[in-house]
């Protein structure tokens, strides 16, 4: 990992004019979560599609700015810059995340409503779950180029949804089809509710660690053209 | 032709990498998958 990449990654987004308004809506919704009888409600919608915005970001507009052409003249080894910026964007969501747990602890706190243990487990599973999504945008985003990414990402979603639905209409397919699209969608898109649950942290963290693996073998064999698009 | 920039030592993974791949599958498929 490269401590430079991590922190001008880190800093060039905590001093977006756009992530400061996104972290107070967090911490405002973060105190009217405090208000649910469940812990976690509103805030973790938010941070996970903090996590789609930025995490679009990290290597595929790269390509097209001609950003990376810049950087890999110097002696960087291409995997080391792909987790540092994995890192750098996972330690900026995160930070929402945290943000969004502190705003709802301390309000329930006044509220005299905390557990700290259902809390803690919201925490734990969205900052799992951003791990999977940034994950899954860095593999599409090494294969692809500026943003789209985060098309294939939806349009994957979109298409999965769609794809079972008209096929469960049809009594002529099989059902191991509709299984295979069932665990494909289960294993890419989890619904992550603030509840203890080891077997799904343990798929989102082993997913996320296969896409990021993948990601690193397909940047190291990808060419890096000179110039912008 | 050779991909731009970026000698060959400047793209290899690090196996710790495959190392935390290997131990979360396994903990994966022990647990139930």
Redesign the interface.
């Known amino acids: 990992m490269n401590a430079v990449v991590i922190r001008e990654t880190f800093r060039r987004h905590v001093t977006h004019a756009g992530y400061i308004s996104v972290l107070v809506l967090i911490a405002i919704l973060g105190i009217v979560s405090a208000q649910s009888i469940r812990p976690a409600t509103f805030w973790p919608g938010l941070v996970t599609l903090l996590a789609v915005v930025t995490g679009c970001g990290i290597i595929g507009p790269e390509f097209s700015s001609g950003t990376l052409?810049l950087i890999?003249?110097k002696?960087?080894?291409?995997?080391?810059y792909l987790?540092s910026r994995v890192t750098g964007v996972l330690l900026v969501i995160w930070l929402a995340a945290l943000t969004g747990c502190a705003a709802e602890t301390l309000a329930r706190l006044f509220n005299k409503s905390l557990v700290l243990e259902s809390m803690g487990i919201g925490l734990v599973n969205v900052m799992a779950e951003t791990l999977l999504i940034v994950s899954l945008l860095t593999l599409l985003g090494s294969i692809t180029r500026a943003y789209f990414n985060v098309a294939i990402f939806y349009g994957l979603q979109i298409a999965l949804a769609v794809g079972a639905a008209v096929l469960r209409m049809s009594r002529e397919v099989p059902a191991f089809v509709l299984e295979a699209l069932a665990a494909i969608d289960r294993n890419l898109f989890p619904d992550v509710p603030p509840l203890p649950n080891?077997?799904l942290l343990?798929?989102l963290?082993?997913n996320a660690?296969?896409a990021?693996?993948l990601a690193?073998?397909a940047f190291?064999?990808?060419?890096?053209?000179?110039g912008a698009d | 032709m050779e991909?731009?920039?970026?000698?060959r030592?400047?793209?290899?993974?690090?196996p710790i990498?495959?190392a935390?791949?290997a131990v979360?599958?396994a903990?994966?498929v022990w647990?139930?998958w």
């Not at chain 1, 190291?220 to 000179?226: A, G, H, I, L, S």
């Not at chain 2, 991909?3 to 000698?7: C, G, K, M, R």
């Open positions: 052409q890999l003249v002696p960087v080894n291409r995997s080391s987790l080891p077997g343990l798929l963290l082993s660690a296969v990021l693996l690193c073998l190291n064999q990808r060419e890096v053209p000179y | 991909p731009t920039s970026s000698s030592s400047q793209r290899t993974i690090p990498l495959y935390i791949v979360l599958l903990a994966r647990y139930g």
